[in-house]
Every structure is written in C-alpha cells, then in structure tokens.
C-alpha cells in the first residue's frame, strides 16, 4: 500500500488553479496558445448563455486575456485540432478523446435514450431521411430542413432537428463548422481529419484515460470530482465512487498517480506523481496576486463541494432559479483574487449602447478591499468589458458592494 504525502488545502487549491491555467505569467495569446490551453483543460464547456460573452469564450478569456475569438473557430473547423462533443456537457475537446467517447455515442445509438427519452418523437424515418441528405448533399444544419416546431414540449424543436441531435450524439454525424452559432452537420468520416485513432478502448483503458486525464486537469482532487469531470453519461465513465478510488489507489501503486492525505479533509486525494513535488513548493507560496472573473460553466467551477472544500465559496448559479429566488442575480461571477475566491459579479453586457452594466456587487464575509486590490479589480474589470465589445462601464447596482 502506497503512503498518502500530508499536503495543506492552500497547496492543493494552489495546484489546482495552475493546472487549470490560472495565474500564469502574461504571453501574447496565439492561436498555439490557445490550443494549448484546451489541451489542458480536457474539456472547454459550449454555453448559449449571452449576459456577458458566452461561456466557451469566457473561459478562455479567464485564462488568456484579450485574443482572437476566431482563432477557436479555426481549431475547430479549419486545424480540425478540437472538435465538439459531450465531454462534461457539450465541449471542445481535444482529438485524443474521440476514440474514448466510441463507447458513450454506441450506447446512445442503441440505448433507449435516443428511443425513449431525449429524442422519444423522432420517427425512425425522420432520422433515415435527414442522414441521407447528408450523405448526398454535404454538410447540413437545422434551418435546411423544412419542419413544423411542435408547440411547447421538449424546447420546441421540430423532427428534423432532433434527429440531427440523435445522429450527432450517436457519433454519426459530427459539427463540420458554425454559421453563426448554428451548427453545420456532416458525416463523421468526412470530418475526423486522418490519422485519428478509430480503434475502440476496453472500458479499462477509457476509464483510466479519464482519470488520468482529469488529474492532469484538475492537480490534486478527489475520487468524486474525477467521476463527475468527464459527465457519465457523456463519456460512459461509469464507475461508482469506491471503484474510482479504487482505480486511483491501483494508478499510485504503478507510480502514476500520488496518493495525498490533505489538512482538514477525510476524503483522500490524489495529484500525478510528477506534480507531487509541486505542491511541496507551493506550500511556500504562489507567487501569483493578480484579479480574474470567472464564469459556472467553466472547469475550475463545475463542482460545488469541490469549492466549498478548497475555496470556502459557495457555488450560486442562478440563471435557472425564479428572479425572487435569486440572491445575487441571474448571471454572477466569481471574482479571482490570487489563490482566493473573493467575491461576486452580476454583470451585463448593453451591446448596442457598447456599455458593460455591472448590477451588483459582493465580497465573501472577512474580505476587505484594500488600494492594491481596487487597482487590480478596476484594470480586469475594463478589460472584461473590452472583451465584451465594451466601450464604457456603468454602475447601476441595485443596493451597495455587500459582504455575504
């Protein structure tokens, strides 16, 4: 049995933000870059959401600064180097992860889920007809079809759309490029660049890819996070809690993985063994004291006890809550503030007056603003907006900065 190495929660929240690409120092965000940065995080999360930029674009805003928004298009559809998929929901994710998501889009080919549940009121000749275009007349979206919207029910879509979800989710279509935010469908063939890896992974080798994978994006974690990082049902990870410690504890006996016994916490974590000496420096410190906004639907924040464990910040997406419901607004963020989740956003983006609208602010309880940090939050705060299309920000908070 391998020994757990003692490591504080200030070291395991610290490796965890770097891993995520949190707080590196400033480079001119390429093109590379940002593929890089996808590669790290495994899964980018695709959002429809435009209070502020949308959530894909938001993420990478995070960790880059100011960039191209069409160099993701031209990984995506032209380097073909990501593609999209349902990875933690629907992502960006690397080429390497096709092979591992075989098993999942097999699954919802022949499951009940494209016969019973999602896609229950496809007829099977709705689906045939719409592959057939396809096949005969290249890449297709949803407005090329003609089709009655059914009135209420599952968000509206006609046949015809669904059926392209159930072929794209089935793995037999994939996105060939966006008109807008429309997706552009052709058959899978024609889209995987060649060279890619076809050959289906035993569930042994797709679950330890997952695990190893979320390790690499997440530093130190635990066996619940590693089950939910790559959704179940998106990836056909499957395991129960025991068995991902399990699978954990058999990757630290082979040396890949190190087991961490961390300050204050029952569950154990777990890092890559080449990040284990890592956290021993970061015990020291981080050395990184700069101001980031962050959206829900960005990596770093998908799980709620992950931040009450690590950060002491409880998660609050609201924008599917009643507005009465609500306490701090249909859109928040949370606020970066070195190795801390300091506070929150409600932001909103006019963009027709070019006016980023900020609707509320709040500072978790024992945080006081001081001169440093007010500078730092001002900068991001103008460079958020410019990365809205912004010209001006405008305060119009509904009561005064608060701590909560």
Not at 139 to 156: I, N, R, T, V, Y
Not at 243 to 257: H, P, R, T
Not at 342 to 347: E, F
């Amino acid at each position: 049995m391998v020994s757990a190495l003692k490591v504080s929660v200030d070291a395991v929240r610290r490796l965890q933000l770097e891993k995520q690409g949190i707080g590196e120092p400033s480079k001119r965000a390429t093109k590379k870059r940002m593929g890089e940065t996808i590669e790290r995080l495994g899964c980018l999360q695709i959002d429809t959401i435009n209070v502020v930029e949308r959530a894909h674009y938001f993420t990478l805003w995070t960790r880059l600064g100011q960039y191209k928004k069409e160099d993701l298009y031209k990984l995506a559809y032209e380097d073909r180097s990501i593609f999209e998929g349902w990875g933690h929901a629907m992502c960006y994710m690397p080429l390497d992860h096709w092979r591992y998501l075989i098993a999942a889009n097999k699954e919802r080919a022949h499951s009940k889920v494209i016969h019973t549940g999602w896609f229950s009121r496809v007829a099977p000749d709705v689906v045939d007809s719409v592959l057939e275009r396809i096949k005969n007349e290249g890449p297709l979206g949803s407005a090329d079809f003609e089709g009655k919207k059914p009135s209420g029910g599952w968000w509206g879509w006609k046949p015809q759309k669904r059926a392209l979800e159930a072929l794209f989710s089935s793995g037999e279509l994939m996105v060939t490029r966006r008109d807008g935010f429309q997706r552009i469908y052709d058959l899978t063939e024609r889209v995987l660049p060649g060279g890619v890896d076809m050959s289906e992974p035993t569930a042994e080798e797709r679950n330890r890819f997952f695990a190893i994978r979320t390790l690499g994006s997440l530093g130190a974690t635990k066996p619940t996070d590693v089950k939910f990082y790559y959704h179940s049902w998106c990836v056909k990870f499957k395991l129960a809690t025991k068995e991902v410690q399990a699978l954990l504890d058999d990757l630290a006996e082979e040396g890949v993985a190190a087991k961490l016994s961390v300050d204050g916490l029952k569950t154990p974590y777990y890092c890559l063994a080449e990040d284990a000496p890592r956290l021993a420096e970061l015990e020291k410190g981080w050395g990184y004291d700069g101001v980031r906004f962050a959206n829900y639907f960005d990596s770093l924040l998908w799980h709620a006890d992950r931040l009450k464990a690590l950060f002491g910040f409880e998660r609050a997406l609201e924008v599917y809550l009643k507005p009465e419901q609500r306490k701090y607004g249909y859109y928040s963020i949370p606020l970066l503030y070195g190795d801390r989740l300091i506070g929150r956003l409600d932001p909103k983006a006019d963009r027709k007056e070019k006016t980023l609208i900020v609707r509320g602010l709040w500072y978790e309880e024992g945080f006081e603003p001081d001169e440093e940090y007010q500078d730092k939050f001002e900068k991001t705060l103008d460079d958020f907006a410019r990365f809205n299309g912004a010209e001006k920000v405008e305060w119009r908070l509904e009561k005064a900065p608060t701590s909560v």
